[in-house]
């Protein structure tokens, strides 16, 4: 009599904390865990509790006053218009614009990290179907992009104690960590030119290979790592071009 074959148990998946430490030592392991269960939880968590404590700490180290000035100044539309008012039309509106940017800091500490997840899942889930035919579904594509935007995490953690410690007067809310180009220009350079390096990012690039690799993963037949990385290459070089050109019509 034909013995009947036995099923091949199931792999075991990753708990949260090896996913989140795989994804720095062994990413190629850990997106194959995660496109074969999607979960989002954990590192959404992580990011959303990291960039509370940077903006919560920019917010009270930034002088906004000082740093508005800055931002009205690099732009010659808002420059024509503050040229028009008093000087005490001018320090309230100062007041106000400083007032403003706490708030939008709180508020983006809070809602940043989820929206921007749900943005990119679904330009990179949009592209890699349309450019490559893939075939993955909205939670998989969700699941990558937040365990993938790790290293940006590790940014701005490391952007909490640099804004603690360094000069009030020095630090940039929109350029805290020199991990960018754009981290050395001069305080009056063209917004233009942020717009174009900043994004240059050494852990925005680690995010954004990991992120090709792990939709590679998910799909290898119709996503090999190089296809992958040549749609989500052109993707980020799109946005780079639209951020230049916007500050550069603007500035």
């Not at 075939?135 to 804004?163: K, W, Y």
């Amino acid at each position: 009599m034909a013995s009947i074959p036995t099923p091949a148990p199931s792999q075991e998946s990753l708990g949260p904390i090896a996913r989140i430490t795989g994804v720095f030592f062994d990413p190629k392991n850990t997106f194959a865990d995660i496109a074969r269960k999607p979960s989002w939880i954990a590192p959404l968590a992580v990011l959303m509790v990291v960039w509370l404590a940077l903006n919560v700490a920019l917010v009270r180290r930034v002088d906004w006053e000082e740093f508005s000035k800055e931002q009205i100044a690099k732009s010659s539309f808002a420059s024509s218009r503050f040229d028009q008012l008093s000087d005490a039309e001018k320090d309230r509106a100062y007041e106000q614009a400083a007032g403003r940017s706490r708030i939008i800091r709180y508020s983006r500490g809070i809602v940043g990290w989820p929206l921007v997840i749900l943005i990119t899942a679904g330009i990179y889930l949009g592209a890699y179907k349309l450019f490559a035919g893939a075939r993955l579904n909205f939670a998989v594509a969700f699941a990558i992009s937040a365990f993938g935007h790790l290293p940006d995490g590790l940014r701005e953690l490391l952007g909490v104690p640099v804004t603690l410690l360094k000069d009030a007067h020095a630090i940039d809310p929109e350029n805290f960590l020199a991990s960018n180009p754009g981290a050395f220009l001069a305080s009056d350079a063209p917004t233009w030119q942020l717009g174009l390096l900043a994004p240059l990012d050494l852990f925005s690039i680690w995010s954004l290979v990991l992120i090709a690799l792990g939709f590679s993963m998910a799909d290898p037949k119709k996503l090999p790592l190089g296809k992958s990385l040549t749609i989500a290459g052109g993707l980020y070089a799109l946005l780079i071009l639209v951020l230049t050109t916007t500050a550069w019509i603007f500035s």
